[in-house]
């Protein structure tokens, strides 16, 4: 995946989205899993409806140079939504310049 500056991953229906923030080093983004399995809890007419849209996971590489990092995404849920159970806690997330 191409990036460009600071950027917002987030990993939505299993495919990696960006953000493009700042244009200023060209760079790309390897990220592994690629997909992560959510356990959602919550009312049954909530849950009935929801769809991959619904959920984002995050990562944020504002600021970080090229390297690999370990983090801790960050799931958004929709209002009365609970994550009970992740299939990574930790994504492995490889930043690295693409030689423009």
Do not use: C, N, W
């Not at 953000?19 to 390897?30: G, P, S």
């Not at 970080?64 to 929709?78: C, D, F, Q």
């Amino acid at each position: 995946m191409m990036l460009h500056g600071v950027v917002i991953v987030a990993m939505e229906g299993g495919r990696a989205q960006r953000q493009q923030i700042d244009q200023r080093d060209a760079m790309e983004v390897e990220i592994e899993p690629r997909a992560v399995s959510l356990t959602l809890e919550g009312p049954a007419a909530v849950l009935d409806t929801l769809s991959s849209g619904d959920v984002s996971v995050l990562l944020s590489l504002a600021g970080r140079p090229p390297a690999t990092y370990r983090m801790s995404p960050e799931v958004i849920l929709p209002p009365g939504v609970r994550l009970t159970a992740t299939s990574a806690d930790t994504l492995q997330v490889r930043v690295f310049r693409t030689g423009r």
